[in-house]
């Protein structure tokens, strides 16, 4: 197994091996950019990738991306089209998993891009909504990535902008969301899966050099365990490989 590679390594890595082969993927921005190159490159050769800028692509660029709307994004895709046309496709039901990240999750999978504070005078205010939303509330499953504060992983937050679970058990099924919630979060510490009726999300995995003891101090509420939770496995050479393809600048990776 390698042994030198960085955080954001091993979160690219343990992303994409949330995808599976053949499936649609809404690929989102930053990290997931990568990600979804590394799982072509590797296990899955025939998923697809869509990005909500209109781009549709059978493998990834051909150059580096910076953002999902970057020219070589465009070169030699499978579809070129709008924003409405690739968004239709979370209602027909047709994207298996979406990556979308936040500023604060809780322990339900509840995402907030809004704002924190009170909504009148909020404390901060965020980039809003985008296209998160439909995602969350349409895609099969939901993929999180983010880094593992204490801020950031609170028992509520402040503002829903993209559902959960709601809170929890089966609110999400009666709220009428057609899609599944979130299915992982990945963050710089640990994995975290719902888990039990409640859908309460709870540690699955730790990432080396990590304890379970640093996790539960850097996060906002009781943070359950799941029965086999296990150390993340390292990233392979292989894996390590690909990444190194798809950025080759380490760019998003370092």
């Known amino acids: 197994m390698p042994e030198n590679y960085s955080t954001q390594e091993l979160m690219i890595i343990a992303a994409a091996r949330e995808i599976n082969d053949y499936e649609r993927i809404f690929v989102g921005m930053r990290l997931p950019i990568t990600a979804y190159g590394v799982a072509r490159l590797t296990h899955a050769p025939n998923a697809v990738g869509l990005f909500e800028s209109g781009v549709s692509r059978y493998e990834p660029a051909k ?48 995402i907030n891009t809004s704002y924190i504070g009170d909504f009148d005078d909020p404390d901060v205010k965020l980039p809003g909504s985008g296209g998160a939303p439909d995602i969350a509330s349409m895609a099969e499953r939901l993929i999180v990535i983010m880094n593992h504060k204490k801020h950031r992983l609170v028992k509520k937050v402040d503002y829903i902008t993209s559902p959960g679970f709601l809170g929890g058990g089966n609110e999400r099924k009666m709220a009428g969301l057609i899609g599944g919630g979130p299915a992982v979060v990945i963050t710089d510490r640990a994995i975290l899966r719902p888990y039990g ?49 798809i950025d080759k600048d380490g760019f998003w990776r370092t």
């Open 63 to 110: 150059d580096m991306l910076y953002t999902m709307c970057d020219g070589p994004n465009q070169l030699g895709a499978a579809w070129t089209t709008g924003l409405i046309q690739i968004m239709g496709l979370l209602s027909g039901g047709r994207v298996h998993a979406g990556f979308i990240g936040g500023a604060e999750i809780d322990r339900y999978g509840n």
């Open 197 to 245: 009726p409640e859908n309460e999300l709870h540690l699955a995995a730790y990432h080396p050099n990590h304890t379970v003891q640093e996790i539960l101090k850097n996060t906002g509420w009781d943070l359950k365990s799941i029965p086999d939770v296990h150390e993340t496995a390292s990233p392979t050479k292989v894996e390590l490989e690909a990444l190194h393809q």
